[in-house]
Every structure is written in C-alpha cells, then in structure tokens.
C-alpha cells in the first residue's frame, strides 16, 4: 500500500513563528501536493511539485513556501504564521501525470495563537 | 475554470437506508472522476473512481456512474451502516491542468443512526 506520512498530527503555534510540515511518500511518486481543508471551502490546493526541486503554486499559494529537496519529502513552510492559517493541512502524491490515483496523509492539525 | 457542486449536508438517515449524494462537475474534456471519504479525525481515502464516460466505479457498496451528459457523477448506496458517518468529496482532476491536480467539491457530511 502506498503510504504517505505527516511528521506531525497536531500543532499549535503562535503568530509570527515560522512553522515548517513535512511529508514523505514511500512509493517513489513524481508528485506531491499540500491542500489547506476548511469546513465549507473543501480542500484547496496551496502548492505541488512534480518533480525534486521543481514547485507550482496551486489556488491559494499567500503566505506559504515549499521545498522539495529529495523526491520522497515535500515541505510546507509557514515563514511567519498567521491565525487565519489555522487549518487543517493534507499532503498527497502520484505517479506520473496521468490519470492515477492521489494519495493522502492524515493531515496535520495547525492551530496559530 | 474546473469546478465540483456537491450538495450541502449534512445528510442524515437511519441504518439501512438508501443514499444518494449529488455530485455535478464542469470541466473541459474529459475529466476522470472521484470520490474520496474522510473519517473523523483521519485523512482522505480514496472511495471509488471512473475515468471514462459511462464508467461506474464501485467500492464498499457504494457506487457512481459517469454521466456525461448530465456533467454527474452521484453516489449512492443501497444500504447505508452507522460505520459509513464520515465526510464524502467528490474530486476531478482534468486536462486543463495535466491531470496533474485535483478540484474538490465542499465536501458533504453523512450521518447515519442506528
């Protein structure tokens, strides 16, 4: 099965700290992407990558970077962290840019104080 | 650009009952087609999918057919269990951007009694 892990479940930050997720895929996947889940929004997507060091900015990109370094680990970063970047953040990935099948993590629960 | 409709919930019914989700989509082409359930407090797991015309996909007792002229892809399940209460995403992902993304819908939450 494919598996794709959040380091962290549950955060609770203050404003103005810088706050870095991580994610890693152990399937060997091209691409990865970070989606921000709201109630009454669904999910959307802040930023992908489909390849190491290559990066595209998704719907809702403000405030946030990425880093992918190596291609199994793709990292969201809060550069100064904000109340309204509460949420709660998914990390997915695939293979290839067809018609496969995305995979997510369990989400990462981010509380900015 | 490519959006998902999904009906606002929460849909609520007894154990047993029959479900229908709505799902309608607008996109260029021919997306492929998914439904991804989400647990409390879990991730998103992917429920079914259908990438043609037509196609039904099928998962767990539940099932959505690929409506093409209607731009639909509902869901239904003939008889639902208190273990299916969870939220319910219907996503696309489409030429218009690779095939690379997916599109969500709102997400609608089902909640089932015994």
């Known amino acids: 099965d494919v598996k794709v892990t959040q380091s962290s479940r549950y955060l609770v930050k203050r404003t103005g700290e810088k706050v870095f997720l991580e994610c890693v895929q152990d399937m060997d996947h091209e691409n990865m992407f970070w989606y921000r889940q709201d109630p009454g929004l669904g999910l959307r997507l802040i930023y992908f990558?489909?390849?190491?060091?290559?990066?595209e900015k998704g719907d809702i990109p403000e405030g946030y970077s990425v880093s992918r370094e190596k291609k199994e680990r793709f990292s969201l970063i809060l550069e100064s962290a904000s109340t309204n970047q509460t949420s709660m953040y998914l990390c997915a990935s695939s293979n290839g840019q067809g018609r496969d099948t995305i995979y997510f993590g369990e989400g990462s629960w981010l509380t900015v104080v | 650009g490519d959006s998902v409709t999904q009906m606002e919930g929460p849909v609520t019914l007894s154990e047993e009952a029959f479900l229908t989700i709505n799902c309608t989509y607008t996109a260029t082409g021919y997306p492929s087609l998914f439904w991804y359930v989400q647990y409390p407090g879990e991730g998103l797991q992917l429920l079914l999918k259908?990438?043609?015309?037509?196609d039904k996909g099928s998962n767990k007792g539940f099932e959505a057919t690929y409506r093409k002229e209607t731009t639909s892809f509902h869901l239904e399940k003939g008889s639902v269990q208190v273990s299916d209460s969870a939220v319910y995403f219907c996503a696309l992902r489409s030429l218009n951007t690779g095939f690379q993304k997916l599109v969500f819908g709102t997400g609608t939450r089902l909640l089932v009694s015994p």
């Open positions: 990558s489909y390849d190491v060091k290559m990066k």
């Open positions: 259908a990438t043609k015309a037509d």
